[in-house]
Each structure stands twice: as structure tokens, then as C-alpha cells.
């Protein structure tokens, strides 16, 4: 694409090619390690392709999901509810593009990453694109058991000339 104009926002997008167990011993991985990233992984698929079954699937059935929103804080219980709060945020967008999601890990709590941009934004905010980012932070055992959110709301896109 040397020398031609641009069309699109470049988009990154990146792939976890190499994961650094720091629970590793002389013995090998903790137990459950890497399923606790295949979870989260699970979890992502389900958000950016909309399949908020799948997402559902990945969450335990008594979930604490809080949520710094630009509202103020918010928090929900159980796996349906959870499941439901994020297809209000994402499931009715005519046009839907994931821009990039990430997966990785702090001192034992699993990180997630998403910036999600879409048309029209929910709750009538506008018909033209918006873009919003997300990073939450999960407590996975055999499935997400807590979820804490921070969001950074429904920004519309701003074009440049």
C-alpha cells in the first residue's frame, strides 16, 4: 500500500504467541493455568462475535460483575444478568467491529482488553460511529466468577479531515 491514501483506521491487532506462566515451578504449571486464559479467550469470542450464549456459557452461575461506567458504578449478579447487561451494550448495533482485544494476566487475575467501534450507539446516544474501550479483570477458576470493569463509555468517532 506504499504510496496510496489510506481508506480505513489502521487497525492493531494482536496474537498471544508465547504466555509466561509465572506460577511455573521445577514441576511444570500450576494446574488450570492455561485453561484460565482459554476461558477468557472463550469470553472474548462470545463479546466480539455477539454470541452472548457462548459468553454466558464461560461465566459462573453466581458472577459478580461491577462496572465503573461513566454513569457512576454499577453491579450486577448471575450469569443471565451479566450476559444481558452486555447485550444491551453491543447486541442491537447495526454495524459491529472489533478493533482490537487483548488477553493477559496480573498477579493472578486475568486481564481483558476490548475497543469495540459501532452504529448506532445504544440507549439512542447517535446514529453515527462510536468507539468504546473496556478493560476488565476476572477471578477464573473452572469459569469467570468475578468480573470488574472499567468503561471508557460511547465516544462518537471523530473524523479526520
Given at each position: 500500500m506504499s504510496?496510496?491514501?489510506?481508506?480505513?483506521?489502521r487497525l492493531r491487532v494482536r496474537t498471544v504467541t508465547n504466555v509466561l506462566n509465572t506460577n511455573d515451578t521445577v514441576d511444570g504449571p500450576s494446574p488450570g493455568g492455561p485453561a484460565r486464559w482459554s476461558i477468557a479467550g472463550l469470553f472474548l469470542?462470545?463479546?466480539?462475535?455477539?454470541?452472548?450464549?457462548?459468553?454466558?456459557a464461560t461465566l459462573h452461575q453466581g458472577v459478580r460483575f461491577r462496572a465503573l461506567l461513566p454513569p457512576g458504578p454499577s453491579e450486577w449478579h448471575g450469569r443471565a444478568e451479566t450476559a444481558d447487561v452486555l447485550r444491551s451494550w453491543f447486541g442491537q448495533s447495526d454495524r459491529f467491529e472489533v478493533v482490537d482485544a487483548t488477553v493477559g494476566e496480573i498477579a493472578g487475575r486475568l486481564q481483558m482488553t476490548w475497543?469495540?467501534?459501532?452504529?448506532p450507539a445504544p440507549f439512542e446516544i447517535g446514529d453515527g460511529w462510536?468507539?468504546?474501550?473496556?478493560?476488565?479483570?476476572?477471578?477464573?477458576?473452572?469459569?469467570?466468577?468475578?468480573?470488574?470493569?472499567?468503561?471508557?463509555?460511547?465516544?462518537?468517532?471523530?473524523?479526520t479531515a
Open positions: 504510496g496510496e491514501y489510506r481508506t480505513t483506521p469470542e462470545g463479546l466480539t462475535t455477539r454470541d452472548y450464549e457462548r459468553l454466558a475497543r469495540i467501534r459501532l452504529r462510536h468507539v468504546i474501550e473496556q478493560h476488565a479483570f476476572a477471578d477464573i477458576a473452572e469459569s469467570i466468577e468475578t468480573l470488574d470493569l472499567v468503561c471508557s463509555g460511547f465516544r462518537a468517532e471523530r473524523t
